[in-house]
Nanobody
Framework: QVQLVESGGGLVQAGGSLRLSCAASRSSFRINAMGWYRQAPGKQRELVAGITSLGYTNYADSVKGRFTISRDNAKNTVWLQMNSLKPEDTAVYYC?????????WGQGTQVTVSS
């Protein structure tokens, strides 16, 4: 069982920045991948960014060059630095840890970008 606690969402003007964090509770299993997803109203949940324990990262095309994912393996914590935010980034952001055979999700944190 892994519990994920997120923080850092909020309201920001277009062009602004926010930093999301997600801390995973202690797990008896080694956590490899960690990631962030988002879901806007009326849309499907989509991958924003992911990172492995070795530091390999991947990003959605829509956020490349603006968002940066990072992590601290010792603390099982992952961050998402979001810069140059756009109104279309408005969504609920979810932390995700796939740990076979389960898929763990945070409670979600709202990010609202005003124009």
């Amino acid at each position: 069982q892994v519990q994920l606690v997120e923080s850092g969402g909020g309201l920001v003007q277009a062009g602004g920045s926010l930093r999301l964090s997600c801390a995973a509770s202690r797990s008896s299993f080694r956590i490899n991948a960690m990631g962030w997803y988002r879901q806007a109203p009326g849309k499907q949940r989509e991958l924003v960014a992911g990172i492995t324990s070795l530091g390999y990262t991947n990003y959605a095309d829509s956020v490349k060059g603006r968002f940066t994912i990072s992590r601290d393996n010792a603390k099982n914590t992952v961050w998402l630095q979001m810069n140059s935010l756009k109104p279309e980034d408005t969504a609920v952001y979810y932390c995700n840890v796939p740990l076979y055979p389960n898929d763990y999700w945070g409670q979600g944190t709202q990010v609202t970008v005003s124009s």
